[in-house]
């Protein structure tokens, strides 16, 4: 038999576990979020949240008895994979949550003694949602939680949950997702330290051509990565805090947070020159106006000036010069010392074209640059084979020259009869001009891999100073901000 953590009146206890997540703002003081990339594809999460649990005469369903075992919800997760998930209390002990049963047990009987009148503001509905809410909490994913939730909607619970009520939106909450419940004996007053930490996917690019085109082209340098968290929930807590640790060789130069308030104009907080933001609850006491609160969070990556970056782009363009330098004397150097020279800059370059032990987001961000590089690279390499192994020389082609000759003569002989006689013959010969050999048919396509060679040098060089002029304005704006100015904070 397995043993269950849920004891006592689950009416009673899901009763209460769904009024403090319905009013997390009230008791909940503090929750900060640290994300941090494990791969370019996956996040870890690491949550604290600080809790003062409310006094009796809070539980407008009934209060807990004193050291009475109360379920507190923690948040609500998304109905997606955890994995690594574990949570520990202030000193480090591993604590334990509900199960999905036990957690959609409790939820369920939460809302049907809250729909059927527990409290006495709502009108009874003798169980009519009890099925209904119980497939709302315990659908298997988000999609067929929110399919339900429409279904039970449209059959009449929109009629007993306003659209203005911090319990119905709990219960779209619920649909996407689940309560993270833990067992704490109730004392009120008492504060109270949890740690949760678990790890989820992240998809790195927008899906589509428009999200491949604009990875490629920060892949190059030329604009910032943006990457988006979306649906943050920040009505669960009187102070919300985000914090995102940058990769290593990696610059977050820009954090603005988005908030959509119910019945509000959305409210953003940044662009800020640093990885952590944060927000509050408009009114702590009125939880109507903060449980629906929802952020996000939007990051503009680059990746570092220096470092690779940099080296690639003088040895590519280092590699571009030699190229061309070569090609203009093709008939005039030797084969092998030209082609030895040529692959000394190729060699040079592909050690930063590979680098054990680089984070995944700091190696998608210089992919394109690494993949210009080995395009100058790989012409250089073909062009020092072509070079080593082929005729550099044509052999001469004599050229016709002219002489301009002229005659000296004298007539001999008696008067009637005089004969013509040459005495001579005088020509001017031009000085001789030696034979020089021509450049093979190799120099066309040497200059060929030269000009392909310089196109990418040209884009290494567009992508190095977008990224060094985006740097620079993210300095200048963390002076700005440092020194207070109001411009720099959008609300």
């Known amino acids: 038999m397995t043993s269950s953590l849920l004891v006592g009146d689950v009416e009673r206890l899901g009763v209460i576990a769904v009024d403090l997540a319905a009013n997390m703002p009230a ?62 209390d202030r000193n480090g002990a591993a604590v334990s949550v ?57 059959a009449g619970l929109a009629a007993v949950l306003s659209t203005a009520d911090q319990y119905r939106t709990l219960l779209e909450d619920l649909s996407t997702g689940f309560m993270v419940l833990v ?3 109730y004392k009120p007053g008492v504060n109270h330290l949890f740690k949760l930490e678990w790890t989820q996917s992240y998809l790195w690019s927008s899906p589509g051509v428009g999200g491949g085109l604009r990875a490629l082209a920060a892949s190059l340098g030329l604009v910032n990565k943006e990457l988006t968290f979306a649906r943050l929930e920040v009505g669960g807590a009187f102070s919300t805090i985000f914090e995102f640790i940058q990769p290593e060789d990696v610059r977050i130069l820009r954090t603005t947070l988005a908030i ?12 800020r020159p640093h990885v952590v933001v944060n927000a509050r609850v408009v009114d702590p006491q009125n939880p109507i106006a903060n449980r629906s609160d929802r952020g996000t969070v939007r990051l503009a990556l680059r990746s570092r000036r220096g470092g690779s970056f940099l080296a690639i782009v003088v040895l590519g363009w280092l590699t571009v010069i030699a190229l061309w330098a070569v090609t203009g004397r093709l008939a005039e150097l030797d084969a092998q010392t030209t082609s030895a020279v040529i692959l000394v800059l190729p060699a040079v370059l592909s050690a930063y074209l590979i680098r054990q032990g680089e984070h995944a987001i700091a190696g998608r961000l210089l992919a394109g640059v690494r993949g210009c590089g080995l395009g100058i690279a790989g012409m250089a390499l073909v062009a020092a084979m072509l070079i080593g192994v082929g005729d550099l020389r ?24 005089p004969v013509p006689t040459v005495m001579g013959m005088r020509c001017d010969v031009p000085a001789a001009k030696p034979l020089a050999a ?19 040098a040209l884009l290494l060089s567009i992508g190095a100073l977008s990224t060094w002029y985006a740097t620079r304005k993210a300095l200048r704006l963390d002076r700005s901000v440092q020194s207070g100015r109001p411009e720099d904070r959008i609300t």
């Open 394 to 417: 044509r052999d001469p082609v004599p050229r016709p020259s002219t002489l301009h000759c002229s005659t000296v003569s004298a007539t001999l002989g008696p008067h009637p009869e």
């Open 438 to 456: 021509r450049a093979s048919h190799l120099r066309g396509v040497v200059e060929k891999m030269s000009v392909a060679a310089t196109a990418l």
């Open 183 to 185: 067992g704490v004996p």
């Open 98 to 154: 509900l199960s999905t049963h036990e957690n959609g047990q409790l939820a369920t009987a939460g809302f049907n003694a809250l729909i059927d009148g527990y409290l006495a503001s709502r009108p009874l509905a003798a169980h009519a949602f009890k099925q209904p809410l119980r497939r709302i909490v315990t659908a298997p994913n988000g999609s067929e939680g929110a399919r339900e939730l429409a279904s039970a909607m449209e």
């Open 260 to 271: 959509e308030r119910l019945g509000a104009e959305p409210q953003t907080v940044g662009p």
């Open 27 to 88: 008791w909940t003081r503090r929750r900060k979020t640290t994300y941090s990339f494990i791969d370019a594809d996956t996040v870890l999460h690491r949550r604290s949240i600080d809790l003062i649990l409310p006094d009796a005469d809070w539980f407008p369903g009934g209060a807990p008895d004193e050291n009475e075992l109360i379920y507190v919800p923690l948040g609500i997760a998304e109905k997606d994979t955890l994995a690594g998930f574990g949570m520990t």
